[in-house]
């Protein structure tokens, strides 16, 4: 069963800007180095949150201070950042099978969300449709320019998931669909 949103603590913020191209959330690993890297020729207005970037990271100094924001943001503040956010970036190739929390936190709380494959992620979404999929690095610069190039189309997307997200994909949908489970074995 799929990890579902807590629509109680991720969701629009009325009245919250769209003022940072791209936010990253995330530990640093090698191939999230190669896809920020990538992101900052697209855009340099990033927000990047994660453990281990100042010291791994082979990024350049002056540019990791620049957009190096901390290491952990949780609860009001990552919805608030969420909803700052134009295009939230998911790097998790480590995830092949499984959605993580990432795709619904960012989905509720309606902003659009471009992240790599994962195996059950069109069980689930649609590409295009709730959010957007990339498939190398050229495929996320390519989406990347053009989700923040368009803003119809992003807003679109965004909203599209968002209501994916509250009729399908919620902790009380999880809760109801145990539930069914457990009156069906019994």
Not at 23 to 39: N, T
Request: glycine content about 4%; hydrophobic content about 40%.
């Amino acid at each position: 069963m799929p990890h579902g949103a807590n629509i109680r603590q991720h969701y629009p913020i009325a009245g919250s800007a769209k003022e940072i191209d791209l936010v990253f959330l995330g530990a640093w690993s090698p191939w999230r180095d190669q896809v920020i890297a990538s992101a900052f020729e697209v855009t340099q207005d990033i927000a990047l949150y994660g453990h281990s970037w100042i010291r791994k990271s082979r990024l350049p100094r002056d540019m990791l201070r620049r957009i190096h924001k901390g290491d952990l943001i949780l609860g009001a503040p990552l919805n608030a950042l969420h909803n700052k956010a134009r295009v939230v970036l998911n790097a998790d190739r480590t995830v092949r099978l499984g959605l993580n929390m990432r795709y619904f936190e960012v989905l509720a709380s309606r902003s659009c969300l471009l992240t790599d494959n994962a195996e059950d992620l069109h069980n689930y979404f649609t590409d295009n449709e709730h959010l957007c999929v990339y498939q190398d690095l050229e495929d996320m610069q390519r989406k990347l320019r053009w989700l923040l190039d368009n803003e119809d189309e992003r807003l679109r997307i965004s909203a599209n998931g968002f209501r994916e997200v509250l009729q399908h994909h919620t902790c009380d949908h999880r809760v109801q669909s145990l539930l069914a489970a457990f009156s069906a074995v019994r």
